[in-house]
């Protein structure tokens, strides 16, 4: 098996970018349908509404802050065996050149 440090540290990158990107939009829904200017309005079926919606929308806020938390440690794990691939690496060509390791 071959695996390049550089191009799993870059996916892991890659992950922690799109985890921020999915933490700021999900910021800005919180924003959007928990903020006084709620967007199903102030009436009497709106109150109504926003009774049951903010009740199923507890629940899926906080799945999807696992998603982009799962993501983030997942980024996280590929940054650390990128350095631990390139060390192993370093290690194993020192030991055949007889170098330093």
Known sequence: MKLDPQIVAA?????AGIAQRMADDLGALETTVAGP????????SGSMFALAYQ????????????????????????????????????????GLTGGPS
Do not use: F, K, N
């Open 11 to 15: 996916a892991g990158s890659a992950l």
């Open 37 to 44: 200017d709620s967007p199903w309005g102030a009436d009497e």
């Open 55 to 94: 009740s199923v929308l507890g629940h899926a806020l906080q799945a999807l802050g696992s998603h982009v938390q799962q993501l983030g440690e997942a980024a996280l794990d590929l940054h650390t065996q990128a350095r631990s691939i390139a060390a192993v690496d370093a290690e194993a060509a020192a």
